[in-house]
Protein backbone atom coordinates (compact mmCIF):
# COMPACT_ATOMS: atom_id res chain seq x y z
CA UNK A 1 0.00 0.00 0.00
CA UNK A 2 1.01 3.47 -0.63
CA UNK A 3 -0.57 5.39 2.60
CA UNK A 4 1.79 7.73 4.30
CA UNK A 5 3.99 8.54 0.89
CA UNK A 6 4.25 12.09 0.42
CA UNK A 7 3.79 12.82 -3.40
CA UNK A 8 7.18 14.66 -4.01
CA UNK A 9 7.09 15.54 -7.94
CA UNK A 10 6.04 19.04 -8.19
CA UNK A 11 5.22 19.03 -4.02
CA UNK A 12 1.75 18.58 -4.18
CA UNK A 13 1.62 16.76 -0.84
CA UNK A 14 -0.75 13.89 -0.33
CA UNK A 15 -1.28 10.68 1.21
CA UNK A 16 -1.51 8.20 -1.46
CA UNK A 17 -3.25 4.77 -1.41
CA UNK A 18 -4.01 2.21 -4.00
CA UNK A 19 -7.31 2.71 -5.98
CA UNK A 20 -10.46 1.05 -5.05
CA UNK A 21 -11.37 -1.88 -7.38
CA UNK A 22 -12.58 -1.25 -10.50
CA UNK A 23 -16.22 -1.28 -11.48
CA UNK A 24 -17.01 -3.58 -14.14
CA UNK A 25 -16.68 -2.16 -17.60
CA UNK A 26 -19.45 -0.36 -19.76
CA UNK A 27 -19.87 -1.45 -23.43
CA UNK A 28 -18.35 1.30 -24.73
CA UNK A 29 -14.81 1.20 -21.75
CA UNK A 30 -14.90 -2.55 -22.78
CA UNK A 31 -14.02 -1.31 -26.53
CA UNK A 32 -11.89 0.99 -25.41
CA UNK A 33 -9.54 -1.23 -23.35
CA UNK A 34 -9.79 -3.69 -26.08
CA UNK A 35 -8.08 -1.07 -28.24
CA UNK A 36 -5.77 0.35 -25.82
CA UNK A 37 -4.90 -3.29 -24.95
CA UNK A 38 -4.21 -4.23 -28.61
CA UNK A 39 -1.68 -0.83 -28.41
CA UNK A 40 -0.04 -1.35 -25.16
CA UNK A 41 1.03 -4.83 -25.81
CA UNK A 42 2.55 -3.98 -29.59
CA UNK A 43 5.84 -3.09 -28.99
CA UNK A 44 6.86 -0.13 -30.50
CA UNK A 45 10.31 0.76 -29.41
CA UNK A 46 13.10 1.97 -31.53
CA UNK A 47 15.12 -1.42 -31.51
CA UNK A 48 12.73 -3.97 -32.00
CA UNK A 49 9.14 -2.52 -32.27
CA UNK A 50 6.80 -1.14 -35.05
CA UNK A 51 5.04 2.33 -34.96
CA UNK A 52 3.72 0.76 -38.38
CA UNK A 53 2.18 -2.20 -37.11
CA UNK A 54 0.67 -0.08 -34.12
CA UNK A 55 -0.79 2.56 -36.87
CA UNK A 56 -2.10 -0.25 -39.34
CA UNK A 57 -3.88 -1.64 -36.11
CA UNK A 58 -5.44 2.01 -35.27
CA UNK A 59 -6.48 2.56 -38.91
CA UNK A 60 -8.08 -0.56 -39.16
CA UNK A 61 -10.53 0.37 -36.21
CA UNK A 62 -11.14 3.86 -37.45
CA UNK A 63 -12.13 2.23 -40.97
CA UNK A 64 -14.27 -0.01 -39.13
CA UNK A 65 -15.86 2.93 -37.93
CA UNK A 66 -16.73 4.78 -40.88
CA UNK A 67 -13.47 6.50 -41.52
CA UNK A 68 -12.69 6.23 -45.85
CA UNK A 69 -9.78 6.69 -47.61
CA UNK A 70 -9.47 10.39 -48.07
CA UNK A 71 -10.08 10.70 -44.32
CA UNK A 72 -6.93 8.56 -43.64
CA UNK A 73 -3.27 9.16 -44.26
CA UNK A 74 -0.84 6.81 -43.56
CA UNK A 75 3.47 7.31 -44.10
CA UNK A 76 6.45 4.89 -43.22
CA UNK A 77 9.68 6.40 -43.88
CA UNK A 78 11.73 4.06 -46.55
CA UNK A 79 14.82 4.56 -44.53
CA UNK A 80 12.58 3.04 -41.83
CA UNK A 81 10.04 1.38 -42.63
CA UNK A 82 9.16 0.58 -39.13
CA UNK A 83 8.48 3.77 -37.80
CA UNK A 84 5.03 4.47 -39.47
CA UNK A 85 2.80 7.66 -38.85
CA UNK A 86 -0.99 7.99 -39.23
CA UNK A 87 -2.64 10.98 -39.75
CA UNK A 88 -6.98 11.04 -39.52
CA UNK A 89 -9.18 13.63 -40.18
CA UNK A 90 -13.35 14.56 -39.45
CA UNK A 91 -14.66 16.62 -41.73
CA UNK A 92 -15.83 20.00 -39.86
CA UNK A 93 -19.03 22.28 -41.05
CA UNK A 94 -17.65 25.32 -41.47
CA UNK A 95 -14.26 25.59 -43.34
CA UNK A 96 -14.11 29.22 -41.51
CA UNK A 97 -12.86 27.89 -38.46
CA UNK A 98 -9.68 26.39 -38.12
CA UNK A 99 -8.88 22.73 -37.01
CA UNK A 100 -8.16 21.04 -34.06
CA UNK A 101 -5.62 18.87 -33.78
CA UNK A 102 -4.80 15.85 -31.35
CA UNK A 103 -1.45 14.60 -31.20
CA UNK A 104 0.20 11.81 -30.35
CA UNK A 105 3.19 9.67 -30.20
CA UNK A 106 2.70 5.76 -30.43
CA UNK A 107 6.84 4.78 -29.77
CA UNK A 108 8.13 3.73 -26.15
CA UNK A 109 11.16 3.96 -24.29
CA UNK A 110 12.92 0.93 -24.36
CA UNK A 111 12.05 -1.88 -21.57
CA UNK A 112 14.47 -4.51 -20.43
CA UNK A 113 12.11 -7.63 -19.57
CA UNK A 114 14.93 -8.96 -17.35
CA UNK A 115 14.75 -5.87 -15.44
CA UNK A 116 10.65 -5.50 -14.99
CA UNK A 117 8.60 -7.09 -12.11
CA UNK A 118 5.79 -8.17 -15.22
CA UNK A 119 6.28 -8.74 -18.94
CA UNK A 120 6.63 -4.75 -20.00
CA UNK A 121 5.06 -5.62 -23.51
CA UNK A 122 1.87 -7.29 -21.39
CA UNK A 123 -0.47 -5.28 -19.90
CA UNK A 124 -1.17 -6.44 -16.72
CA UNK A 125 -3.71 -5.57 -14.06
CA UNK A 126 -2.85 -5.26 -10.10
CA UNK A 127 -4.17 -3.30 -6.97
CA UNK A 128 -6.09 -0.88 -9.31
CA UNK A 129 -3.80 -0.16 -12.07
CA UNK A 130 -2.36 -1.12 -15.46
CA UNK A 131 1.03 -2.04 -15.53
CA UNK A 132 2.90 -2.35 -19.04
CA UNK A 133 5.29 0.20 -20.94
CA UNK A 134 3.42 3.00 -22.71
CA UNK A 135 0.53 2.38 -20.44
CA UNK A 136 1.05 6.55 -19.61
CA UNK A 137 3.53 7.45 -21.99
CA UNK A 138 2.04 7.87 -24.45
CA UNK A 139 -0.51 5.08 -25.31
CA UNK A 140 -3.14 5.90 -23.39
CA UNK A 141 -3.42 9.14 -25.01
CA UNK A 142 -2.97 8.01 -28.29
CA UNK A 143 -5.89 5.18 -27.37
CA UNK A 144 -8.31 8.16 -25.51
CA UNK A 145 -7.36 9.96 -28.80
CA UNK A 146 -8.58 7.34 -31.75
CA UNK A 147 -11.28 6.27 -29.42
CA UNK A 148 -12.98 9.52 -29.12
CA UNK A 149 -12.95 9.79 -33.16
CA UNK A 150 -14.18 6.74 -33.17
CA UNK A 151 -17.17 7.24 -30.70
CA UNK A 152 -17.94 10.51 -32.18
CA UNK A 153 -17.80 8.83 -35.99
CA UNK A 154 -20.59 5.64 -34.51
CA UNK A 155 -22.63 8.26 -32.71
CA UNK A 156 -23.48 10.76 -36.13
CA UNK A 157 -21.42 13.69 -34.67
CA UNK A 158 -21.46 16.27 -36.84
CA UNK A 159 -18.21 18.86 -35.49
CA UNK A 160 -18.41 22.70 -36.68
CA UNK A 161 -14.83 22.74 -36.67
CA UNK A 162 -12.95 19.99 -38.50
CA UNK A 163 -10.70 17.13 -36.28
CA UNK A 164 -7.17 15.81 -36.93
CA UNK A 165 -5.61 13.22 -35.20
CA UNK A 166 -2.06 12.76 -35.69
CA UNK A 167 -0.87 9.31 -34.33
CA UNK A 168 3.03 9.64 -34.95
CA UNK A 169 6.61 7.76 -34.00
CA UNK A 170 10.02 9.11 -32.86
CA UNK A 171 9.17 11.04 -30.07
CA UNK A 172 11.13 9.09 -27.23
CA UNK A 173 14.51 8.95 -30.07
CA UNK A 174 16.22 5.98 -30.20
CA UNK A 175 18.43 4.37 -32.80
CA UNK A 176 17.14 5.16 -36.54
CA UNK A 177 14.21 7.00 -35.00
CA UNK A 178 12.49 9.46 -37.21
CA UNK A 179 10.20 11.72 -35.91
CA UNK A 180 6.67 11.65 -37.76
CA UNK A 181 5.92 14.71 -35.95
CA UNK A 182 8.92 16.73 -37.66
CA UNK A 183 8.14 14.85 -40.62
CA UNK A 184 4.69 15.64 -41.25
CA UNK A 185 5.46 19.60 -39.99
CA UNK A 186 8.03 19.23 -42.67
CA UNK A 187 6.59 18.03 -45.52
CA UNK A 188 3.06 17.91 -44.65
CA UNK A 189 2.07 20.45 -42.93
CA UNK A 190 -1.49 20.22 -44.83
CA UNK A 191 -2.63 17.32 -42.82
CA UNK A 192 -1.93 18.94 -39.42
CA UNK A 193 -2.75 23.09 -39.89
CA UNK A 194 -5.02 23.70 -36.97
CA UNK A 195 -5.73 26.41 -35.11
CA UNK A 196 -4.63 24.82 -32.02
CA UNK A 197 -3.43 21.56 -30.72
CA UNK A 198 -3.70 19.06 -27.80
CA UNK A 199 -0.76 16.78 -27.09
CA UNK A 200 0.59 14.95 -23.82
CA UNK A 201 1.91 16.71 -21.12
CA UNK A 202 -1.06 18.01 -19.13
CA UNK A 203 -0.29 15.87 -15.61
CA UNK A 204 -2.63 15.81 -12.54
CA UNK A 205 -1.63 14.46 -9.00
CA UNK A 206 -3.65 11.78 -7.47
CA UNK A 207 -4.97 12.56 -3.95
CA UNK A 208 -5.41 10.20 -1.09
CA UNK A 209 -9.12 8.69 -2.19
CA UNK A 210 -7.66 7.15 -5.68
CA UNK A 211 -8.64 10.64 -7.87
CA UNK A 212 -7.39 13.63 -8.86
CA UNK A 213 -5.52 16.10 -6.30
CA UNK A 214 -5.78 18.70 -9.32
CA UNK A 215 -6.20 18.59 -12.69
CA UNK A 216 -3.49 19.96 -15.09
CA UNK A 217 -2.52 21.54 -18.59
CA UNK A 218 0.55 22.50 -19.87
CA UNK A 219 0.42 25.80 -21.46
CA UNK A 220 4.33 26.18 -22.98
CA UNK A 221 7.23 24.32 -22.28
CA UNK A 222 11.00 25.04 -21.91
CA UNK A 223 13.59 25.06 -24.97
CA UNK A 224 16.20 22.76 -24.90
CA UNK A 225 19.50 23.62 -25.77
CA UNK A 226 23.04 21.76 -25.24
CA UNK A 227 26.44 23.72 -25.75
CA UNK A 228 29.66 22.05 -25.47
CA UNK A 229 32.31 23.32 -23.52
CA UNK A 230 36.30 22.58 -25.25
CA UNK A 231 39.58 23.22 -23.84
CA UNK A 232 42.89 23.03 -25.61
CA UNK A 233 46.56 22.27 -24.68
CA UNK A 234 50.10 21.65 -25.90
CA UNK A 235 50.37 18.56 -23.50
CA UNK A 236 53.33 17.11 -23.16
CA UNK A 237 54.35 14.03 -20.51
CA UNK A 238 52.56 12.99 -17.19
CA UNK A 239 56.09 12.68 -15.39
CA UNK A 240 56.56 16.72 -15.58
CA UNK A 241 53.06 18.41 -14.62
CA UNK A 242 51.80 21.69 -14.78
CA UNK A 243 48.99 23.81 -13.69
CA UNK A 244 48.03 24.85 -17.43
CA UNK A 245 46.38 21.67 -17.64
CA UNK A 246 43.33 20.82 -20.44
CA UNK A 247 41.11 18.74 -17.72
CA UNK A 248 41.85 21.74 -15.00
CA UNK A 249 40.67 24.49 -16.94
CA UNK A 250 37.68 22.91 -18.10
CA UNK A 251 37.28 21.38 -14.80
CA UNK A 252 36.72 25.18 -14.02
CA UNK A 253 34.38 26.06 -16.37
CA UNK A 254 31.95 23.43 -15.16
CA UNK A 255 32.17 24.44 -11.76
CA UNK A 256 31.80 27.91 -12.42
CA UNK A 257 28.37 26.66 -14.57
CA UNK A 258 27.62 25.07 -11.41
CA UNK A 259 27.09 27.91 -9.55
CA UNK A 260 25.36 29.95 -12.29
CA UNK A 261 21.75 30.76 -11.37
CA UNK A 262 19.30 32.70 -14.34
CA UNK A 263 16.98 35.06 -12.92
CA UNK A 264 13.51 34.44 -11.48
CA UNK A 265 10.68 34.90 -14.30
CA UNK A 266 7.13 34.03 -13.48
CA UNK A 267 4.84 33.96 -16.33
CA UNK A 268 1.21 34.19 -16.32
CA UNK A 269 1.43 31.06 -16.53
CA UNK A 270 3.74 30.39 -13.62
CA UNK A 271 2.18 32.58 -11.53
CA UNK A 272 -1.45 30.97 -11.76
CA UNK A 273 0.36 27.87 -11.20
CA UNK A 274 1.97 28.73 -7.74
CA UNK A 275 -1.06 30.60 -7.02
CA UNK A 276 -3.40 27.80 -7.22
CA UNK A 277 -1.19 24.62 -6.58
CA UNK A 278 -0.04 27.00 -3.15
CA UNK A 279 -3.52 26.90 -2.08
CA UNK A 280 -3.80 22.59 -2.05
CA UNK A 281 -0.84 23.15 0.58
CA UNK A 282 -1.32 23.81 3.83
CA UNK A 283 2.52 24.09 4.83
CA UNK A 284 5.60 27.24 4.54
CA UNK A 285 5.90 25.73 1.02
CA UNK A 286 2.30 26.50 0.40
CA UNK A 287 2.58 29.93 1.35
CA UNK A 288 6.11 30.48 0.07
CA UNK A 289 4.21 29.49 -3.08
CA UNK A 290 1.37 32.65 -2.87
CA UNK A 291 3.85 34.86 -1.81
CA UNK A 292 5.99 34.90 -4.29
CA UNK A 293 3.28 34.63 -7.50
CA UNK A 294 1.80 37.72 -5.52
CA UNK A 295 5.24 39.67 -5.24
CA UNK A 296 8.63 38.31 -7.48
CA UNK A 297 11.16 40.47 -5.22
CA UNK A 298 9.85 38.48 -2.27
CA UNK A 299 13.91 37.16 -1.68
CA UNK A 300 12.46 34.65 1.38
CA UNK A 301 9.67 33.14 -0.71
CA UNK A 302 12.17 32.87 -3.46
CA UNK A 303 14.58 30.95 -1.61
CA UNK A 304 12.06 28.58 -0.25
CA UNK A 305 9.87 27.89 -3.56
CA UNK A 306 13.33 27.17 -5.48
CA UNK A 307 14.70 24.64 -2.79
CA UNK A 308 12.33 22.50 -4.50
CA UNK A 309 13.91 21.17 -7.84
CA UNK A 310 11.11 21.30 -9.53
CA UNK A 311 10.04 24.29 -8.53
CA UNK A 312 13.20 25.95 -9.00
CA UNK A 313 13.24 24.92 -13.07
CA UNK A 314 9.80 26.26 -13.60
CA UNK A 315 11.16 29.41 -12.43
CA UNK A 316 14.35 29.65 -13.98
CA UNK A 317 16.19 28.69 -16.93
CA UNK A 318 18.95 25.77 -16.13
CA UNK A 319 22.07 24.82 -16.83
CA UNK A 320 23.87 21.55 -16.35
CA UNK A 321 26.70 19.59 -17.29
CA UNK A 322 25.76 16.05 -18.57
CA UNK A 323 28.77 14.48 -20.24
CA UNK A 324 32.61 15.21 -19.55
CA UNK A 325 35.46 13.50 -21.31
CA UNK A 326 39.30 14.81 -22.13
CA UNK A 327 42.85 13.10 -22.24
CA UNK A 328 44.21 10.40 -24.60
CA UNK A 329 46.67 8.32 -23.02
CA UNK A 330 47.17 8.02 -19.18
CA UNK A 331 50.62 9.02 -19.33
CA UNK A 332 50.38 11.84 -20.69
CA UNK A 333 48.99 15.58 -20.41
CA UNK A 334 45.75 16.26 -22.10
CA UNK A 335 45.78 18.05 -25.10
CA UNK A 336 41.77 18.39 -25.43
CA UNK A 337 38.54 18.42 -23.26
CA UNK A 338 35.43 18.54 -23.58
CA UNK A 339 31.79 19.05 -21.39
CA UNK A 340 28.59 19.02 -22.35
CA UNK A 341 25.74 21.22 -20.57
CA UNK A 342 22.47 20.82 -21.30
CA UNK A 343 20.17 24.25 -20.79
CA UNK A 344 16.53 24.09 -20.29
CA UNK A 345 15.18 28.45 -21.46
CA UNK A 346 12.16 29.61 -19.95
CA UNK A 347 9.47 30.94 -22.45
CA UNK A 348 10.65 34.69 -23.35
CA UNK A 349 14.33 34.31 -23.02
CA UNK A 350 16.60 33.56 -25.62
CA UNK A 351 18.65 30.97 -26.77
CA UNK A 352 21.80 34.15 -27.53
CA UNK A 353 20.94 35.27 -23.79
CA UNK A 354 21.82 31.82 -22.08
CA UNK A 355 24.76 31.33 -24.23
CA UNK A 356 25.93 34.89 -23.14
CA UNK A 357 25.12 33.62 -19.55
CA UNK A 358 27.55 31.37 -19.51
CA UNK A 359 30.50 33.39 -21.20
CA UNK A 360 29.79 35.81 -18.22
CA UNK A 361 29.82 32.92 -15.42
CA UNK A 362 32.55 30.97 -17.32
CA UNK A 363 34.70 34.16 -17.83
CA UNK A 364 37.59 32.43 -20.01
CA UNK A 365 38.58 33.08 -23.54
CA UNK A 366 39.90 30.01 -23.26
CA UNK A 367 36.96 27.49 -23.13
CA UNK A 368 35.45 27.55 -26.42
CA UNK A 369 31.36 27.28 -25.82
CA UNK A 370 29.45 25.93 -28.71
CA UNK A 371 25.82 25.50 -29.43
CA UNK A 372 25.53 21.80 -30.77
CA UNK A 373 23.49 21.86 -33.79
CA UNK A 374 23.00 18.09 -34.60
CA UNK A 375 19.32 17.03 -33.23
CA UNK A 376 17.90 20.66 -32.66
CA UNK A 377 14.74 21.01 -32.00
CA UNK A 378 12.29 24.33 -32.78
CA UNK A 379 11.24 26.17 -30.01
CA UNK A 380 7.52 25.57 -29.48
CA UNK A 381 5.35 28.43 -30.11
CA UNK A 382 4.36 29.56 -26.14
CA UNK A 383 0.68 29.42 -26.21
CA UNK A 384 -1.69 32.00 -24.23
CA UNK A 385 -3.98 31.32 -21.76
CA UNK A 386 -6.76 31.75 -24.19
CA UNK A 387 -10.14 31.84 -22.62
CA UNK A 388 -11.50 29.77 -26.06
CA UNK A 389 -9.57 27.30 -25.03
CA UNK A 390 -9.06 27.34 -20.84
CA UNK A 391 -12.88 28.12 -20.15
CA UNK A 392 -14.03 24.63 -21.82
CA UNK A 393 -11.20 22.85 -19.54
CA UNK A 394 -12.12 24.39 -16.61
CA UNK A 395 -16.16 24.25 -16.96
CA UNK A 396 -15.88 20.17 -17.40
CA UNK A 397 -13.32 20.14 -15.06
CA UNK A 398 -16.10 21.04 -12.38
CA UNK A 399 -18.85 19.18 -14.32
CA UNK A 400 -16.53 15.70 -13.96
CA UNK A 401 -14.40 16.44 -10.48
CA UNK A 402 -16.42 18.98 -8.85
CA UNK A 403 -14.07 21.05 -6.29
CA UNK A 404 -10.72 19.87 -8.46
CA UNK A 405 -8.58 22.83 -9.51
CA UNK A 406 -7.54 22.73 -13.36
CA UNK A 407 -3.38 24.14 -12.45
CA UNK A 408 -1.70 25.65 -15.97
CA UNK A 409 1.93 24.71 -16.23
CA UNK A 410 4.86 25.06 -18.13
CA UNK A 411 6.84 21.96 -18.67
CA UNK A 412 10.70 21.73 -17.76
CA UNK A 413 10.76 18.65 -20.41
CA UNK A 414 9.99 18.44 -23.97
CA UNK A 415 7.49 16.91 -26.28
CA UNK A 416 6.62 17.06 -30.07
CA UNK A 417 4.93 20.55 -29.41
CA UNK A 418 8.48 21.42 -30.49
CA UNK A 419 7.79 20.38 -33.79
CA UNK A 420 4.47 21.61 -34.42
CA UNK A 421 6.07 25.45 -33.66
CA UNK A 422 7.61 24.75 -37.72
CA UNK A 423 4.02 25.13 -38.43
CA UNK A 424 2.81 27.70 -35.99
CA UNK A 425 0.38 25.97 -33.83
CA UNK A 426 -0.03 26.81 -30.41
CA UNK A 427 0.11 23.60 -28.19
CA UNK A 428 -1.60 22.47 -25.30
CA UNK A 429 -1.02 19.68 -22.73
CA UNK A 430 -4.54 18.13 -22.52
CA UNK A 431 -6.20 17.42 -18.86
CA UNK A 432 -8.17 14.99 -17.80
CA UNK A 433 -5.01 11.97 -16.53
CA UNK A 434 -3.72 12.26 -13.24
CA UNK A 435 -0.49 9.98 -11.98
CA UNK A 436 0.96 9.20 -8.85
CA UNK A 437 4.50 10.61 -9.58
CA UNK A 438 6.59 8.45 -7.39
CA UNK A 439 5.38 5.37 -8.59
CA UNK A 440 4.11 5.89 -11.93
CA UNK A 441 7.29 4.46 -13.92
CA UNK A 442 7.71 6.82 -16.93
CA UNK A 443 10.38 6.01 -18.45
CA UNK A 444 11.56 4.08 -16.24
CA UNK A 445 10.22 0.70 -14.42
CA UNK A 446 7.07 -0.57 -13.66
CA UNK A 447 5.41 2.05 -15.50
CA UNK A 448 1.70 2.22 -14.63
CA UNK A 449 -1.71 4.07 -14.99
CA UNK A 450 -4.71 4.39 -12.48
CA UNK A 451 -7.80 2.56 -14.12
CA UNK A 452 -9.91 4.85 -12.51
CA UNK A 453 -7.77 7.61 -13.75
CA UNK A 454 -7.70 6.30 -17.41
CA UNK A 455 -11.16 6.17 -17.67
CA UNK A 456 -12.60 8.93 -15.95
CA UNK A 457 -9.94 11.17 -17.77
CA UNK A 458 -10.88 9.03 -20.96
CA UNK A 459 -14.62 10.40 -20.42
CA UNK A 460 -13.61 14.15 -19.68
CA UNK A 461 -11.38 14.21 -22.51
CA UNK A 462 -14.19 13.20 -24.96
CA UNK A 463 -16.53 15.83 -23.45
CA UNK A 464 -13.89 18.06 -23.73
CA UNK A 465 -12.95 17.51 -27.30
CA UNK A 466 -16.50 17.24 -28.53
CA UNK A 467 -16.96 20.72 -27.11
CA UNK A 468 -14.38 22.17 -29.11
CA UNK A 469 -15.88 20.59 -32.48
CA UNK A 470 -19.20 22.14 -32.11
CA UNK A 471 -17.56 25.54 -30.92
CA UNK A 472 -17.15 28.54 -33.42
CA UNK A 473 -13.71 29.82 -32.19
Known amino acids: MLSGRIVAAFSALALLSEPAAAAPLRPDQQSFFELYKELVE ?143 ARNRPDLIAAGFALNEGGPGRMAADGGPLNLGVQVGEKAPRSFTLETTNKGGHSSVPVRDNAIYQLADAVLKVRELKFPLRLTPVTKLYFQRMGALRKDAMGAAMIKLAADPTDSAAEALVSSDRSFNSMLHTTCVATEIG ?137 DLIKTYAASRE
Open 326 to 462: GGHAINALPQRAKASINCRILPGETVEETEAALVGAIADPGVKITLVQEGLRTLAIPPTLDPAVMDPMERLTQKHFPGVPLIPMISTGATDSTWLGLVHIPTYGIPGLWTDPETVGTHGLNERVSIRALYEGRDYMF
Open 42 to 184: TNTTASVGSCTQAAAQLEARLRKAGFGDTELFSYAPPENPRHGNLVATMAGSDKNVPAVLLLAHLDVVEANRADWERDPFKLTEEGGFYFARGSTDDKSQAAIFTDTLIRLKQSGFKPRRMLKLALTCGEEGGTGSINGAEWL
